[in-house]
């Protein structure tokens, strides 16, 4: 079975920095590409960052140069570090994996079948 537990959300002032875990079953492996996305109420689900199992790396524009994507195969970890948060930055943040999905170039081809329970991030002015 493959679980996801997400966990270091809270709450952080404009400019400060989190970093996330997702903490995957032994099943998740360097096969599964692995991802973050993100949900504030009243928008669509947003793709923020992916990382295949050769460690490469996908983002989108609105956290690229902020938030480092990272894992550690070994551990079956997912990370992300938030840096310079700032204020739209606020959502909830779930973890995602899928063996069938992968980063491609600036893309990320595929979907996620597997998802987190989620975990909040909150930053305020």
């Known amino acids: 079975v493959v679980q996801l537990v997400e966990c270091g959300g809270g709450s952080v002032q404009t400019g400060g920095t989190l970093t996330l875990t997702c903490a995957a079953s032994r099943f998740v492996d360097s096969r599964y590409c692995m991802a973050w996305f993100r949900r504030t109420p009243g928008k669509e689900r947003e793709g923020i960052a992916a990382i295949n199992g050769d460690n490469t790396t996908a983002y989108a524009d609105s956290v690229n140069g902020r938030f480092t994507v990272s894992r550690d195969n070994a551990m079956n970890m997912l990370y992300l570090q938030m840096n310079g948060l700032k204020t739209e930055d606020t959502a909830m943040y779930y973890c995602?994996?899928?063996?069938?999905?992968?980063?491609?170039?600036?893309?990320?081809?595929?979907?996620?079948?597997?998802w987190g329970q989620g975990t909040q991030v909150t930053v305020s002015s």
């Open positions: 995602a994996a899928d063996k069938f999905a992968c980063v491609y170039g600036p893309s990320v081809l595929g979907s996620f079948n597997y």
